[in-house]
């Protein structure tokens, strides 16, 4: 009896040291990697956030593996810049602030001739557009813009900043001189896209010391007034700003393509009261006065953005845990969505 007493306490005392807790395994759960947002070519040297949904920098991550032209900074009084103007440079990564000496947003570059590595920074990532060009922004202006027609339709809708300044006008080939008083309505054909590196000048009205745009220009054609160039970006380095910023930008902040111009003015009054009443039926009447003057808002759903905007030029969408976010792209513009809601808007 004994025996089978202490065989019993045994196998009892077995199952207590056996039955151990389990722990949970925290290596089961899948940890966010940092990246980069996919650079898509529209924007010439922006940074983009880099990180993960909840711990994110703005850095040129999106960068690494583009091509960048050179184009030279002659108000910089760094000595030690070793770039060469109208070379070419590859971004092999990116390199961490260094805050003693007062740099950011670095780059690891790598000469695509002689193999020659160099890295670039400065107080602010905001200047590398005026200096740098990306080889794809570049190509990717050129599909957008060259061979097509344009009407002129001024700057009354435009916000500028200095319309004094050379850099802010339409400019003539010929005399290098800004030219004013284009008709409006007049028809202008992009026969080029070209970079235009700067250089100093003792006038002040041509000066661009403090200018972050961008040295590409675009080339309209017109059989009374011959060749003229402008710049793509305002002097804050971003496209110019409408005055109703929910309006689709102009091109060069004065350019409309025609394609986009006809189909507003073949709208009469006949079928406007009649897209009037459709886009009301469908929207409600307020969406459907802002549809109707090109106006998109946030909370808009894809449709009424459509209607108001048109087609997109072509639309990015990402999947993550947080959802489907799409990005619609308009030229220099975009829209983001989040679902089916317009959730922001950048020009």
Known sequence: MRKYFFI??????????SAQIEMFDESQQIKEVPKAEPYDSLRNMATQKFGTKNNFKYTFDHLIGQTLLYCGDPYSFSLSNNFKVGSYYKVQGTLPDDVGRGLYCRMQLEDTKTGEKLNEGGLTGD???????VVGHYEKMKSLYTNKKFVYVGTSNVYI???????????????DTITDNIPVGSIWTCVGVQVKPRKKTTDMDADMTLDKRSPIVLIFDNPSYGKHYCYLEADDGKPYD????????????????????????????????????????????SNANLILKGIVRIGMTKAMCRESWGEPDNINKTIGSWGTHEQWVYGNSYLYFEGNKLTSIQN
């Open 8 to 17: 019993l306490m045994l196998s009892i005392f077995t199952i207590q040291v």
């Open 127 to 133: 200047n590398f557009n005026a200096r740098w060009v």
């Open 161 to 175: 900043h200095y319309p004094w300044k050379k850099a802010n006008g339409l400019i003539n080939m010929a005399t």
């Open 242 to 285: 409408m005055l109703i910023p929910e309006i689709k930008p102009y091109v060069c902040g004065r350019f409309q393509l025609k394609s986009d111009y006809d189909n507003i003015k073949a709208i009469t009054a006949a079928n406007k009261a009649k897209r009037k009443m459709s886009l009301t039926k469908k929207f409600g009447a």
